[in-house]
């Protein structure tokens, strides 16, 4: 018997006026997998990522996560599920330090936050798994109880990726986790989502080639919304089609 | 001194000798003024917890100050009278009975209110939260049994555990403990987990969104506290004034509670009690010198709100070398909108050279 797939969308359609930014996307993620999501600026990869946490609604088709059908289901009641992703732009508490970014989303995870006496700050119970999130993800201890709003892009990148574990996540939805990172940090980014994906299976969405390359053990190409090849990175780097859409505007550069 | 519950202790304490020093100044018009601040202070405290706890920015919270100032009129109007209110509530006078009411009248007006404003965000939340307000005001307006434009007098209210309320001193210290009772709880909510949640709502929907977090539930509880807290006030007030009428309702009111709050310090502990300090006194001053105060008062207003970032609590800070705390927003600075960039209409990062495989 085949293994289901952690999460499965079937014939998405998403339309923004008379821009069809999703186009009959149909794609499914495999327990274990790291499936990663390319095409080029504006295929609508964001969009998609969007639809999967409902955050966008979509026009038709159905969006499964662990065999249930989570199409109508508003975003916070997914990631209670186990859907959990990272923004491109990061979209973290500006105020709070890293640690309280971080300790917030423990707090999510471990129920409903109607808790009016005790201060939070000082709870082992948030603060001890927020740190081991913070661990994993490689950011400086130094850094914890730095306000978000001093962190460098670099570090911005690993706390929402830190926050995104904190949720307890079945499956990462990763949205250019390495957009705007120097070499040597999307190396270090590259080396924790490997890691990673030992454990937690995940759909990258990702600029960066090299990195795809390395990590993913499937890939979708996508153009104008519409998958058009989708298979091993062997099979991508050889399908004519892709060649011709997309990576090969590269190859000539 | 580094932290804000040290300024807030202190100045409770210094406060609370006003009705020693006063006599000794020759103004016992001071004990009155001080009381109306601390009242005032409740209110304004409360509206921080939406405003700066939440992000929340309504426009309406004088509704639940005249809801629990009408709650003791009205109790005392049957009182009065001897006929029971709706023909099963006995009026009364006792601020033991009618504060604990006005509290619970407030927080239900709140629950309500909020649970429909709450539906929308930004501008419309304003708008429809200052809508609801002006509907309850017009309401006790046209309400003639219970004096209409003209509003209720209170003459005789019941000693409250043998103490005399019309004893201006007395009045003033029960006002200020509530005042104290009130600060530690909002800073007790605001360092909870529910504040945490709360500041996280002010931060960024998107991302309490994003880490499974139904803001709703959590946006009307701060709405319902912060109308408890309104409602207290103005049941205060009413003692205090012996006097209730619709002008507590009065969008000018949730203005003037507004001005208290960003004059004081946005999502600071101390600020909004320091904020009501500042209007009620300027304002007893400045209509002391002339008939056209406002005048005076307005440009006030704009210049430490431009130049004070924090408002007084931030000038504060700023003269003890405080750290700027988290929560601390520049004055005037409204809470960032809700209107997040659309994801696909920020620029693609595009693609690095040399990033494409080679084969």
């Not at chain 2, 202070?41 to 939440?54: H, K, T, V």
């Not at chain 2, 007098?153 to 019941?158: C, E, L, Q």
């Not at chain 2, 210049?303 to 929560?327: K, S």
Request: hydrophobic content about 50%; aromatic content about 6%; glycine content about 12%.
């Amino acid at each position: 018997m085949a293994e289901e797939p952690v999460l499965s969308v079937q014939r998405l359609v998403k339309r923004f006026g008379g821009l069809v930014a999703t186009d009959d996307l149909s794609l499914q993620v495999m327990p274990g997998e790291l499936h990663a999501l390319i095409g080029p600026n504006g295929a609508g990869k964001t969009t998609a990522i969007g639809q999967i946490m409902g955050e966008i609604t979509p026009d038709a088709g159905v969006i499964r996560f662990m065999g249930e059908d989570i199409t109508g289901m508003p975003t916070p009641a997914r990631v209670r599920r186990g859907l959990s992703r990272t923004f491109q732009i990061t979209q973290l508490l500006e105020d709070d330090t890293a640690e309280g970014n971080v300790a917030l989303a423990v707090q999510a995870r471990a129920g409903h936050g109607f808790r009016f006496w005790r201060d939070a700050a000082r709870d082992a119970r948030l603060r001890d798994p927020a740190r081991a999130a913070l661990a994993q993800v490689g950011l400086a201890e130094a850094r914890w109880d730095v306000p978000v709003a001093d962190l460098s892009h670099g570090e911005r990148k690993q706390l929402e990726l830190a926050v995104a574990l904190a949720t307890g996540p079945r499956l990462l939805l990763l949205d250019e986790p390495m957009a705007g990172l120097g070499a040597s940090e999307s190396l270090r980014m590259t080396e924790v989502l490997r890691a990673l994906k030992e454990r937690i299976p995940i759909l990258l969405v990702e600029h960066d080639m090299d990195a795809v390359f390395s990590l993913a053990d499937r890939i979708s190409v996508l153009v104008y919304g519409h998958c058009i090849a989708s298979g091993s990175p062997h099979q991508i780097r050889h399908d004519p089609q892709v060649r011709a859409a997309y990576l090969s505007e590269e190859e000539g550069v | 001194m580094r932290d804000e519950r040290a300024w807030a202790v202190l100045l409770l304490v210094l406060a609370a000798f006003v009705p020693v020093v006063a006599p000794m100044l020759d103004s016992p018009a001071t004990v009155t003024l001080a009381t109306r601040i601390a009242i005032y202070a409740i209110a304004a405290s409360s509206l921080n917890l939406l405003l700066g706890g939440g992000g929340l920015v309504s426009f309406g919270h004088a509704a639940y100050y005249g809801l629990g100032g009408y709650v003791v009129g009205i109790l005392y109007a049957h009182y009065v009278s001897g006929e029971a209110f709706l023909g099963i509530v006995p009026g009364t006078n006792d601020l033991l009975v009618t504060l604990p009411l006005a509290i619970l009248v407030g927080g239900v007006g709140a629950l309500v209110i909020g649970a429909l404003s709450l539906r929308t965000s930004g501008v419309q939340f304003i708008m429809i939260t200052l809508a609801f307000a002006q509907m309850l005001f017009f309401l006790f307006v046209s309400l003639k049994a219970y004096g209409g434009d003209d509003g209720l007098a209170i003459r005789r209210v019941a000693p409250v555990f043998g103490m005399n309320l019309r004893d201006p001193a007395t009045l003033y210290w029960i006002c200020l403990g509530l005042l104290a009772t009130w600060l530690f709880l909002m800073d007790r909510v605001s360092r909870s987990r529910f504040g945490r949640v709360l500041a996280g709502i002010r931060q960024g929907e998107r991302r309490m969104a994003a880490i499974g977090v139904r803001t709703y539930p959590y946006k009307l509880a701060a709405f319902v506290i912060a109308g408890m807290g309104a409602a207290m006030a103005g049941a205060l007030m009413v003692n205090q004034a012996r006097f209730v009428s619709p002008d507590m309702m009065h969008w000018t009111k949730s203005g003037e509670l507004m001005v208290m709050v960003i004059l004081g310090g946005l999502g600071t502990l101390v600020g909004p009690a320091l904020g009501a300090a500042a209007l009620v006194t300027l304002e007893y001053t400045l209509s002391g010198l002339t008939e056209h105060w406002q005048f005076i008062l307005g440009p006030i207003l704009v210049l430490v709100v431009l130049f004070a970032r924090g408002g007084l609590m931030g000038a504060v800070r700023q003269i003890a070398g405080m750290r700027r705390a988290p929560e601390a927003l520049p004055a005037g600075e409204l809470p960032p909108g809700r209107v997040q960039p659309e994801d696909r209409a920020a620029p693609d990062m595009p693609l690095r050279p040399g990033a494409a495989p080679h084969g």
